[in-house]
């Protein structure tokens, strides 16, 4: 099955600062995920983004399948951004979501 | 229009106990899945239906769970009988045309 990788595993940020998360797989796709997991469990829909570049406030994201990456994009963080980002994508012929391992991002005021 | 909506939020029983997890999906979406999310395993999926039939249950590590999905607004998540490492978040997730999935808020089992 497709395999994701995320990176960094860790991040630690200041307030105000930019950052750059990656999330690659293994082969082609035709689907993927940005997710939000916040200090309360919850996972937020961020983008569904199989391809091109898309933006919603200070968060933006792109994919170039052919590559086989997805970036996201944080601008300005702030505290609330804290969480892990999770990237994924769906198997091909299934519609199991496989996730990547996560980017745990911790914004300090 | 309302999420996904899971119950109850939080969960502790004792092991052999039998729980049942419930959730109610994003209105006219046909999909719904069950995830379970661990430490050590990360996220994975148990089950999921599409049209209300279950189409993959290969995720579903036991015979002690089953699940069911009645009519397109429930489905149930049941753990008979419950053990200590079935201790986990459970989400329920929905989905329009099995593209992108929407995520309800979890419910936090621990089974003592």
């Known amino acids: 099955g497709i395999q994701v990788e995320q990176s960094p595993p860790d991040l630690i940020l200041q307030e105000g600062a930019n950052s750059t998360l990656r999330c690659n797989f293994s082969?082609?796709?035709?689907?993927l995920q940005w997710f939000h997991q916040n200090p309360w469990g919850q996972l937020i829909n961020l983008f569904y983004i199989p391809s091109g570049t898309k933006q919603n406030g200070r968060l933006s994201a792109t994919t170039v399948a052919t590559e086989r990456y997805s970036l996201l994009y944080i601008s300005s963080s702030q505290t609330t951004d804290s969480g892990v980002y999770f990237c994924?994508?769906?198997?091909?012929?299934?519609?199991?979501?496989?996730f990547g391992t996560g980017t745990r991002l911790l914004v300090s005021p | 229009d309302a999420g996904v909506i899971q119950s109850p939020r939080h969960e502790v029983t004792e092991m052999g106990q039998e729980v049942t997890l419930r959730c109610k999906p994003i209105s006219g979406h046909d999909y719904l899945f069950w995830y379970r999310q661990t430490m050590m395993r990360g996220l994975e999926l148990l089950i999921y239906f599409n049209n209300n039939v279950p189409i993959d249950d290969s995720g579903m590590p036991e015979d002690r769970f089953s699940a069911k999905m009645p009519n397109a607004s429930f489905s149930t998540l049941k753990i008979q009988p419950s053990e200590p490492r079935d201790s986990a978040v459970y989400f329920c997730?929905?989905?329009?045309?099995?593209?992108?999935?929407?995520f309800g808020p979890g419910t936090r089992l621990t089974v003592l």
């Open positions: 994924a994508t769906l198997n091909t012929g299934f519609q199991k979501l496989v």
């Open positions: 082969d082609s796709v035709n689907n």
């Open positions: 997730a929905s989905s329009l045309n099995g593209d992108e999935q929407f």
